[in-house]
């Protein structure tokens, strides 16, 4: 159970404790009526006894007043309660969504090799509205529901603890029920989360691959794929109705049976002499008052089993480690590969015994077929994966031992799938520099070749892009993420040449684009097209994982490797036609 408090709470149990103690509150409010209602009884029941003595009307003007006086306070603790545990609960599911998506931001993306991105969009929204709405509701409602029975039995044990042992006596058993399910329970809801995540993720997967899926034509498969994730979802729906459904509702049945035990009791005992009719009168009005609240618990105890494996979701990602390293990166150091082998599966590796050494302020370009790890090289400078064997150093610190954080500080990175977020243009360059004032971002999109046709647009650099940037060409976005690494200004450059997918106008200012960026800074250059790296420094050939070849263009043109293979297959390839 610390467990379970400790999941839902997302590891801080101790913020939970405000909100226990306003349901407490609640519980006691909501008692005082009915002690009130016990009063009025007896007030009436003594007039009906002793009728000499007559209807004590102060003493029910008393009641009134009071019970209108406990209105406004019960009002009171109500609004405590919504204060403390509602506002709470939205905080704190708020700030642990941001908390867990600043965990996962912090994790190597190993960890997203593992998930679905389906997955995780749902432990974040999904996941974390099921225990944001046990929080605020079923926690609390469980606990105000359990104050009145408890305080009920206190005080019907002192009035005759006969009575009070048959209105409870089926109580244990209605827990021992639940008990008993309780891991039947758990397997079934964990089953329904996971299947909600998982026609969640179809659906996703759906919308967002709509394009391929209407230029393949293949809405038939991916639509059956949808169908029957909903399908099992539907399954797992009714498995978890029809199975707990029964159970809970016996446990509520068993628990409200006390009822009739205690009127039979109290009959017995009433014809035995040995209980008097006001009591017994006494235990039939609190007893319809007891069981409501206790059909609560029960209801609620459901709810917070089902939000139990949601919790426990978040919790697994919670544990997931970080990457490790605290030292700051040298400047002007080269970056160094030593005998570096790594597998994104360990099993299987992608580089094998790879050493080279890039010096600082110079170009150096990865040269090989696909396959044969060039981006690979890339993600593991920028430390997206940590190495399995070998080291990787900028000048003599391993870069394991380096804050990523400073490290990717260090780094700019051109891909060719360029990412844009739903925001202006100005603010998508302004990801490389946040403090960048308007002139600096004009400067870096003028050097980046992409001021000219921000300006053209209606709202310039307040023009919005839609998400992942669709609203603009392949190559305008390539020069937007050019600018974003102009304004970064770090000092280590990782691009991947995507100039072959560009029209020839656009080539020419990607490509000059590119020169400005690359100048005095030490670049990593994936390059496709050959031609493009006749004047790099150094020209590292890959093939399979490992490097085969190193050394300028012309050296390895003379060496009739598989740099000269490939270069005399590009040279062939440049002058092809559609017939
Ligand atoms: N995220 C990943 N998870 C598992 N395997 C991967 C992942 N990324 C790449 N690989 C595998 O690692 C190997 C090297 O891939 P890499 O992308 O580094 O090659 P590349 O030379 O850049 O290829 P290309 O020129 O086609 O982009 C390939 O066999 C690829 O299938």
Redesign the pocket.
């Known amino acids: 159970m610390n467990n379970y408090f400790y999941n839902i709470s997302g590891g801080n149990t101790r913020s939970l404790l405000p909100s226990a103690v306003a349901a407490i509150l609640d519980g006691i409010a909501k008692v005082v009526p009915a002690a009130l209602l016990v009063d009025i009884f007896n007030t009436i029941y003594v007039s009906f006894a002793h009728p000499e003595t007559g209807l004590n009307i102060g003493r029910m003007w008393a009641v009134f007043v009071i019970l209108l006086i406990w209105l406004a306070v019960e009002y009171a603790a109500y609004s405590y309660l919504y204060d403390k545990t509602y506002k709470a609960a939205y905080s704190l599911a708020a700030s642990g969504r941001l908390g867990l998506a600043e965990h996962i931001r912090l994790l190597s993306l190993g960890f997203f090799?593992k998930r679905d991105p389906g997955d995780l969009t749902n432990l974040l929204l999904s996941d974390y509205g099921q225990v944001e709405n046990t929080i605020s509701h079923n926690v609390p409602q469980l606990i105000s529901a359990i104050m009145l029975p408890v305080l009920a039995l206190v005080g019907l044990v002192f009035m005759d603890w006969r009575m009070a042992l048959a209105m409870f006596a089926a109580v244990p058993f209605g827990v021992l029920i639940l008990w008993l399910t309780d891991s039947i329970q758990a397997r079934l809801s964990a089953k329904h989360v996971q299947a909600k995540n998982e026609a969640a993720s179809r659906l996703q997967e759906y919308l967002s691959g709509i394009r391929e899926i209407k230029a393949h034509n293949i809405g038939g498969k991916k639509f059956e794929r949808l169908r029957l994730s909903f399908d099992q979802l539907k399954q797992a729906s009714i498995r978890l109705e029809g199975i707990m459904g029964p159970m809970i509702m016996g446990a509520m049945l068993l628990t409200r049976s006390g009822m009739t035990l205690m009127i039979m009791v109290g009959s017995y005992l009433l014809i035995g002499g040995t209980l008097s009719l006001p009591v017994f009168l006494l235990f039939l009005l609190i007893g319809t008052k007891i069981f409501e609240p206790l059909t609560v618990v029960l209801m609620n105890y459901g709810e917070m089993r089902y939000s139990a494996y949601s919790a426990q979701r978040i919790m697994e990602v919670k544990a997931e480690q970080p990457m490790q390293g605290t030292e700051s990166v040298p400047s002007g150091k080269p970056i160094v590969f030593d005998q570096v082998a790594f597998g994104?599966?360990p099993q299987t590796p992608?580089l094998k015994n790879l050493s080279f050494t890039i010096k600082p302020n110079t170009i150096t370009a990865l040269v090989?077929p696909?396959?044969?790890?060039?981006?690979?090289i890339t993600r593991l400078i920028a430390r997206f994966w940590d190495i399995q064997e070998g080291s990787i150093r900028i000048g003599s610190q391993p870069i394991n031992r380096v804050n990523p954080e400073l490290l990717l500080a260090d780094i700019s990175m051109v891909f060719q799938d360029v990412y844009l977020f739903q925001d202006t243009i100005g603010n998508n360059i302004r990801i490389g520099k946040k403090e960048a004032t308007q002139a600096e971002i004009e400067e870096a999109a003028k050097r980046a070749c992409c001021h000219e046709f921000i300006s053209r647009l209606p709202q310039g650099y307040d023009t919005p892009v839609g998400e992942g940037g669709s609203t603009l060409s392949g190559g305008e976005k390539q020069r937007i993420s050019i600018a974003r690494a102009l304004l970064k200004d770090a000092s280590i450059v990782l691009l991947d040449e995507a100039t072959a997918s560009l029209d020839p106008e656009n080539e020419t200012a990607v490509q000059q684009a590119i020169n400005e960026l690359v100048a005095n800074k030490t670049v990593i250059l994936?390059a496709h097209r050959l031609k493009t790296i006749q004047n790099a420094d150094q020209i590292l050939v890959?093939n399979h994982?490992e490097l085969v070849e190193q050394g300028t263009h012309d050296e390895l043109l003379a060496k009739s490797g598989l740099y000269e293979h490939l270069w005399s297959i590009q040279q062939g390839a440049d002058g092809w036609r559609v017939k």
């Open positions: 090799g994104y599966d992608v090989g696909s396959g044969s790890g060039k981006s690979t994936i890959l994982g």
